[in-house]
């Protein structure tokens, strides 16, 4: 069994709270989790971890523990420890041996008790680089082109733990020079990056993303990142702040590229606007990545083959890309036992799957005549987009992942 996990039960057994709390954290870690949950049910408190994506029970601890768990993580998170009605959110900053960890606390009334969740942030972890996180071809040509470009806006979309502030972060430190000066307005800043001036916003006292970007004009900045885009007034700043020569980088939660389009025109910005300023739209999700220790070989049966040929039938392979591997009737999988190395998952670790629209002179064209959403994407596409799905599917040719796991993501 794991040191830690053991660690663990044992301070359960012996009802030391803060123990049980410093070994999960350190578990967290670890295991190179992302969330950690506390959940009361009517029985027993379990506590599960975010791992890959995917939640993971590892350990159940008896109910009259829990006040005095949930008392404990709110003294750490400067939280009201005599409020249980309302959901409280705090932060705890703290350090496991030499690692400094940042948990972003979000406490909330259920049935059955308070539950808790806290976001780990790792803040020894290195921001990788754009070659690193999986963007590769035609994608990376795009994303790089337009990091180069003086000004103007670039979004990286998805939902909730796709990854999307580490692209930023990677594209922050492509640009990173002494020449340039860096700003990011950031809630929380999740990593702190030499050469960057980082800023965090706090909504409780009115310094939002949209005044932290309105002061940053008077900085004499070269490139902006605004943690994210949420309202009309960040997008109106932004693009004020693209049209007078800054590069502003930014996320926003959308689906896909093209509803990123649709998205910025619902939030009342004229389109002639967002043409002449955003210059890129990224979507991305997050895969997870077959264990490279027990992985094996498999058949495709016909109509997976069929679905995958049929999802290259408009692509303009890039050219590294061997269209051969197409041809293929075999893929790899997950192995059903697993292994040590993976805990029997049959994966281990994350890659990234990308979508990058290039706004060109026929996708600004399609938004000036108010063409749906899947008009520009069909325009998209003709002119060499690579989608999710397709995406998704190069990286299960060459063995990174499953057709299993991108269909759950693209689907």
């Given at each position: 069994m794991n040191p830690t996990l053991e660690r663990i039960k044992n301070a359960i057994i012996q009802a030391n709270i803060p123990d049980i709390i410093e070994a999960v954290i350190r578990l967290a870690l670890?295991?190179?989790?992302?969330?950690?949950?506390?959940?009361?049910?009517?029985?027993?408190?379990?506590i599960r971890l975010r791992i890959d994506g995917v939640l993971r029970i590892i350990v159940e601890y008896p109910l009259n523990l829990h006040p005095g768990v949930v008392s404990k993580v709110k003294i750490l998170a400067n939280l009201k420890i005599d409020e249980s009605r309302i959901p409280q959110d705090g932060r705890i900053n703290t350090y496991i041996d030499?690692?400094?960890?940042?948990?972003?606390?979000?406490?909330?009334?259920?049935?059955?008790?308070?539950?808790?969740?806290?976001?780990?942030?790792?803040?020894?972890?290195?921001?990788?680089?754009?070659?690193?996180?999986?963007?590769?071809?035609?994608?990376l040509e795009r994303f790089t082109a337009a990091l180069r470009e003086p000004n103007g806006i670039l979004l990286t979309s998805g939902p909730t733990g796709s990854g999307k502030?580490?692209?930023?972060?990677?594209?922050?430190?492509?640009?990173?020079?002494?020449e340039k000066n860096l700003m990011t307005f950031e809630d929380p800043i999740e990593n702190q990056?030499?050469?960057?001036?980082?800023?965090?916003?706090?909504?409780?006292?009115?310094?939002t993303f949209a005044r932290g970007l309105r002061t940053a004009l008077r900085q004499d900045p070269d490139i902006i990142m605004v943690g994210e885009i949420r309202d009309r007034e960040t997008i109106d700043i932004a693009i004020e702040a693209s049209l007078t020569g800054h590069l502003v980088l930014s996320t926003i939660h959308t689906n896909s590229a093209v509803e990123t389009i649709t998205r910025i025109l619902n939030m009342k910005v004229p389109d002639f606007l967002l043409?002449?300023?955003?210059?890129?739209?990224?979507?991305?999700?997050?895969?997870?990545?077959l264990c490279n220790t027990c992985k094996v070989p498999t058949p495709m049966s016909q109509d997976m083959l069929h679905k995958m040929q049929t999802a290259f039938e408009d692509f303009n392979p890039w050219e590294d890309f061997d269209m051969r591997l197409l041809n293929t009737p075999m893929v790899?999988?997950?192995?059903?036992?697993?292994?040590?190395?993976?805990?029997g998952t049959?994966?281990?670790?994350?890659?990234?799957?990308?979508?990058?629209?290039?706004?060109?002179?026929?996708?600004?064209?399609?938004?000036?005549?108010?063409?749906p959403g899947y008009e520009i994407q069909k325009r998209a596409i003709a002119e060499g987009m690579v989608t999710l799905e397709q995406d998704g599917l190069i990286k299960v040719l060459q063995g990174i992942t499953s057709i299993e796991e991108i269909y759950k993501l693209v689907q």
């Amino acid at each position: 069994m794991n040191p830690t996990l053991e660690r663990i039960k044992n301070a359960i057994i012996q009802a030391n709270i803060p123990d049980i709390i410093e070994a999960v954290i350190r578990l967290a870690l670890e295991r190179n989790a992302s969330d950690i949950h506390i959940e009361p049910g009517k029985n027993v408190v379990r506590i599960r971890l975010r791992i890959d994506g995917v939640l993971r029970i590892i350990v159940e601890y008896p109910l009259n523990l829990h006040p005095g768990v949930v008392s404990k993580v709110k003294i750490l998170a400067n939280l009201k420890i005599d409020e249980s009605r309302i959901p409280q959110d705090g932060r705890i900053n703290t350090y496991i041996d030499e690692t400094e960890v940042d948990l972003r606390t979000s406490t909330l009334p259920t049935a059955t008790g308070e539950k808790v969740v806290m976001r780990v942030l790792d803040k020894s972890k290195r921001v990788p680089s754009i070659e690193q996180l999986g963007i590769e071809g035609r994608n990376l040509e795009r994303f790089t082109a337009a990091l180069r470009e003086p000004n103007g806006i670039l979004l990286t979309s998805g939902p909730t733990g796709s990854g999307k502030t580490t692209t930023m972060y990677s594209a922050m430190s492509y640009l990173n020079t002494p020449e340039k000066n860096l700003m990011t307005f950031e809630d929380p800043i999740e990593n702190q990056m030499p050469g960057l001036n980082q800023s965090q916003v706090r909504p409780d006292i009115d310094y939002t993303f949209a005044r932290g970007l309105r002061t940053a004009l008077r900085q004499d900045p070269d490139i902006i990142m605004v943690g994210e885009i949420r309202d009309r007034e960040t997008i109106d700043i932004a693009i004020e702040a693209s049209l007078t020569g800054h590069l502003v980088l930014s996320t926003i939660h959308t689906n896909s590229a093209v509803e990123t389009i649709t998205r910025i025109l619902n939030m009342k910005v004229p389109d002639f606007l967002l043409c002449s300023s955003v210059r890129l739209i990224i979507a991305q999700r997050l895969a997870r990545k077959l264990c490279n220790t027990c992985k094996v070989p498999t058949p495709m049966s016909q109509d997976m083959l069929h679905k995958m040929q049929t999802a290259f039938e408009d692509f303009n392979p890039w050219e590294d890309f061997d269209m051969r591997l197409l041809n293929t009737p075999m893929v790899h999988s997950a192995a059903k036992e697993g292994c040590g190395n993976c805990e029997g998952t049959g994966y281990s670790g994350r890659v990234a799957i990308f979508e990058v629209l290039d706004m060109t002179e026929e996708i600004k064209k399609a938004i000036l005549e108010g063409q749906p959403g899947y008009e520009i994407q069909k325009r998209a596409i003709a002119e060499g987009m690579v989608t999710l799905e397709q995406d998704g599917l190069i990286k299960v040719l060459q063995g990174i992942t499953s057709i299993e796991e991108i269909y759950k993501l693209v689907q």
